[in-house]
């Protein structure tokens, strides 16, 4: 490599030969360079952006999460118990108060959202009673409780 008062390139051809150019003022830049800093800066741009979402969506996404959501088993976040009215299930909330404002008893608000714990309620027991019942095709006395569950709850909505 020969030094010089420019900077130097290094232009690798496709037969493996290294050859060294020097990058004068007056060298042009090729389409498919001006091409390639273009995605090199659409690219960071939008890598800056996607971190400031997830910067600032990340912890407003939690938050709403925790205020507006419901959990089936208790945990330190779901700590306050609530139940259906059509079938008495147990689901836990974040907030009782911020639970109740947003969906009070007897407004549509409510019913929906006491139709899909329901409705998870009853796929969670159908995926154990499944179980149960493979377990029972070995060993007769075995106990379906959730099988059970899932019969008095069918019972009940006809």
Same mark, same amino acid.
């Given at each position: 490599m020969a030094e010089n008062d420019g900077e130097t390139v290094?232009?690798?051809l496709p037969s493996d030969r290294t050859v060294v150019e020097?990058?004068?003022? /007056?060298?042009? !830049?090729s389409q498919r360079e001006e091409e390639g800093r273009k995605a090199c800066e659409c690219m960071l741009i939008t890598l800056s952006i996607l971190l400031i979402i997830l910067s600032f969506g990340g912890p407003i996404y939690l938050v709403y999460q925790q205020l507006y959501s419901y959990s089936?088993?208790?945990s330190d976040e779901y700590s306050h118990m609530l139940k259906t009215t /059509?079938?008495? !299930?147990?689901f836990y909330v974040y907030s009782l108060n911020m639970f109740n404002h947003n969906y009070p008893l007897g407004t549509f608000a409510r019913d929906a959202i006491e139709n899909k714990i329901t409705g998870e309620y009853k796929h969670s027991i159908q995926k154990h009673c499944g179980d149960e019942l493979k377990h029972r095709i070995r060993f007769p006395d075995f106990p379906t409780p959730f099988c059970d569950e899932l019969d008095r709850m069918s019972k009940y909505s006809t």
């Amino acid at each position: 490599m020969a030094e010089n008062d420019g900077e130097t390139v290094v232009l690798i051809l496709p037969s493996d030969r290294t050859v060294v150019e020097p990058l004068g003022v /007056d060298r042009q !830049i090729s389409q498919r360079e001006e091409e390639g800093r273009k995605a090199c800066e659409c690219m960071l741009i939008t890598l800056s952006i996607l971190l400031i979402i997830l910067s600032f969506g990340g912890p407003i996404y939690l938050v709403y999460q925790q205020l507006y959501s419901y959990s089936l088993e208790k945990s330190d976040e779901y700590s306050h118990m609530l139940k259906t009215t /059509d079938y008495g !299930i147990e689901f836990y909330v974040y907030s009782l108060n911020m639970f109740n404002h947003n969906y009070p008893l007897g407004t549509f608000a409510r019913d929906a959202i006491e139709n899909k714990i329901t409705g998870e309620y009853k796929h969670s027991i159908q995926k154990h009673c499944g179980d149960e019942l493979k377990h029972r095709i070995r060993f007769p006395d075995f106990p379906t409780p959730f099988c059970d569950e899932l019969d008095r709850m069918s019972k009940y909505s006809t």
